[in-house]
């Protein structure tokens, strides 16, 4: 949960009056226009920046107020897929996966190995432990990002921007994998993303940051904001000239 919750950079406000719930099994979608915060909100809720005001809640803990240990263990219910992928280039994907277990687990070598590969053959990678990121394509690297960020079984699972630099096809498996993520795993899911076809085609709930009122005009399911919402700015983003049909499934 995040409640009025205002973000800045010094004097310089991002956002402010941020409210909204993420359900249990959401797939929420941060949305909105280049520049207008949507990354920097997902920081505020993984714990990278504070807040120039409000609230960040887990599981109703305020993360901003807990200490030591106990923050910890907050932050270890979050996993994080960055933009990039974020892969140590000089590590198997293995050794990738491997690397939160061995820091935050007392688990065996023999133990992390066998979660390691597990981690990766959830996501479309059995058989690709020992390959290096440089050996793999860019939407393969995604999917090794995404079993990295699940390693410790985390309840919520963020993803920033997940489709960027990625083709259509590409962009479009790494969707599938999300909403078959979300139901085997029962996690879920937090999307920062302004790509249209993937917010309509996985998206079950959203909020929507306006740049120009630098606080959120709307929130809902992103294909009943597309038919229900009536504020021309949304709409202009859901739409963005191209026709209706873009709301329907890929």
């Keep these: 949960m995040v409640r009025d919750l205002t973000m800045a950079y010094g004097d310089f406000v991002v956002?402010?009056?941020?409210?909204?719930?993420?359900?249990?099994g959401d797939v929420f979608i941060i949305m909105g226009g280049s520049g207008c915060g949507k990354s920097t909100l997902m920081r505020h809720m993984i714990g990278l920046k504070r807040p120039a005001r409000g609230e960040v809640l887990i599981a109703g803990q305020s993360l901003w107020e807990t200490a030591g240990e106990a923050r910890g263990r907050l932050l270890r219910r979050l996993g994080v897929m960055y933009q990039g992928g974020a892969l140590w280039s000089s590590l198997t994907l293995a050794e990738n996966v491997a690397l939160p277990l061995q820091q935050f687990t007392a688990l065996?070598?023999?133990?992390?190995?066998?979660?390691?590969?597990?981690?990766?053959?959830l996501v479309g990678l059995a058989g690709f432990e020992d390959y290096y990121p440089s050996q793999i394509s860019g939407g393969m690297q995604k999917r090794a990002g995404v079993a990295r960020a699940m390693a410790?079984?985390?309840?919520?699972?963020?993803?920033?921007?997940?489709?960027?630099?990625?083709?259509?096809?590409?962009?479009r498996r790494l969707d599938e994998l999300i909403l078959e993520l979300r139901e085997s795993l029962g996690t879920t899911m937090v999307v920062v993303t302004h790509e249209l076809a993937s917010l309509l085609a996985i998206g079950s709930n959203s909020v929507y940051l306006d740049v120009e009122t630098r606080t959120m005009a709307a929130q809902g399911a992103p294909r009943v904001l597309l038919a229900q919402c009536e504020d021309p700015k949304v709409q202009a983003f859901l739409t963005r000239g191209e026709s209706r049909s873009a709301g329907s499934p890929r």
Aim: net charge negative; glycine share 6%.
């Design 152 to 171: 410790l079984d985390p309840e919520v699972l963020f993803f920033d921007e997940p489709s960027a630099g990625l083709d259509p096809v590409s962009a």
């Design 15 to 24: 956002m402010r009056d941020l409210s909204f719930t993420i359900r249990g």
């Design 108 to 121: 065996g070598p023999a133990a992390v190995r066998e979660i390691a590969a597990y981690k990766l053959a």
